[in-house]
C-alpha cells in the first residue's frame, strides 16, 4: 500500500511570514500533485510535477518534487489570508484517476 | 461550463440503510472517480467508471457499488451503512480514463451515518 505522509499536520503563522510543507513516502510516483481545499469545497489542483529534480512556481508558491520521484515540497513566500487552507499532495502511479492523496496540512494564515 | 455538480449536498441516514449518491461530470468529461474523505484525512479512491464499466476500484468494500449513464453522469450506491462510513463524498471527472487529464472536483456530499 502506497502512502503519503505530509507534515506538519497543522500549521498556524500571521501574514508575511514563509513557510514550507513536505509530502513523503517510500514510494517512487510517475507525477505528483498539489492542492488545496476549502471548507465546503472539494479539492482544486494548484500543479503537478513529474520530472525528479522538478521545480515549479504560481506566484508566492513554489513546488518541488524530489530526485528520486519519492516526496514533494510546497514553499510559501509572504502568506497572505487567502492562503487558508488544507494542503493536500497526491501521487499517480499508474493512471492519473488512482490518485493516492497525503495526509493533508491545514494551513490557517492570520492578520 | 458547468463544472461538476454533485447531489444530495448533506445527508443523514441511519446504520443499516442505503444511500444513493450523484455526480454530473464537467461537460466535455466522460469519465468519473469517487473519492470518500473522512473527517481530518486525505481523500481515499473508491472507483473509477469509464463507459459505464467500472475500470479501478480501490480498498473498498461490496457495500460501496456504483453506476455511470450513457450521459457520463455517475451515482454511488452504499449499503448497509455504517457509522464509519460518514465522510465527504467526493466525485471528480476527466476526459479518458487512462490519460494525464487533471482531476476536476466537486463540493462533494457530506453523509453523516447514525
Known amino acids: 500500500t502506497q502512502l503519503l505522509e505530509q507534515s506538519p499536520q497543522f500549521l498556524s503563522i500571521q501574514e508575511g511570514e514563509n513557510l514550507t510543507v513536505y509530502c513523503n513516502s517510500s514510494?517512487?510516483?510517475?507525477?505528483l500533485q498539489w492542492y488545496r481545499q476549502e471548507p465546503g469545497e472539494g479539492p482544486v489542483l494548484l500543479v503537478t510535477v513529474v520530472t525528479g529534480g522538478e521545480v515549479k512556481k504560481l506566484k508566492r508558491l513554489t513546488f518541488q518534487f524530489g530526485d528520486a520521484r519519492k516526496d514533494s515540497s510546497l514553499h510559501i513566500t509572504a502568506a497572505q489570508p487567502g492562503d487558508t487552507g488544507l494542503y493536500l499532495c497526491?501521487?499517480?502511479?499508474?493512471?492519473?484517476?488512482?490518485?493516492?492523496f497525503g495526509t493533508g496540512t491545514r494551513l490557517q494564515v492570520t492578520l | 461550463d458547468a463544472g461538476v455538480t454533485q447531489s444530495p449536498t448533506h445527508l443523514i441516514k441511519t446504520r443499516g440503510q442505503q444511500v444513493t449518491l450523484r455526480c454530473s461530470p464537467k461537460?466535455?468529461?466522460?469519465?468519473v472517480s469517487w473519492y470518500q474523505q473522512a473527517l481530518g484525512q486525505g481523500p481515499q479512491f473508491i472507483f473509477q467508471y469509464y463507459e459505464e464499466e467500472e475500470r479501478q476500484r480501490g480498498n473498498f468494500p461490496d457495500r460501496f457499488s456504483g453506476h455511470q449513464f450513457p450521459n457520463y453522469s455517475s451515482e454511488l450506491n452504499v449499503n448497509a451503512l455504517l457509522l464509519g462510513d460518514s465522510a465527504l463524498y467526493l466525485c471528480a471527472s476527466s476526459f479518458g480514463p487512462g490519460t494525464n487529464s487533471p482531476l476536476h472536483f466537486g463540493n462533494g456530499t457530506r453523509l453523516t451515518v447514525t
Open positions: 514510494s517512487v510516483f510517475s507525477s
Open positions: 497526491a501521487g499517480e502511479s499508474g493512471t492519473a484517476s488512482k490518485l493516492t
Open positions: 461537460s466535455g468529461h466522460d469519465t
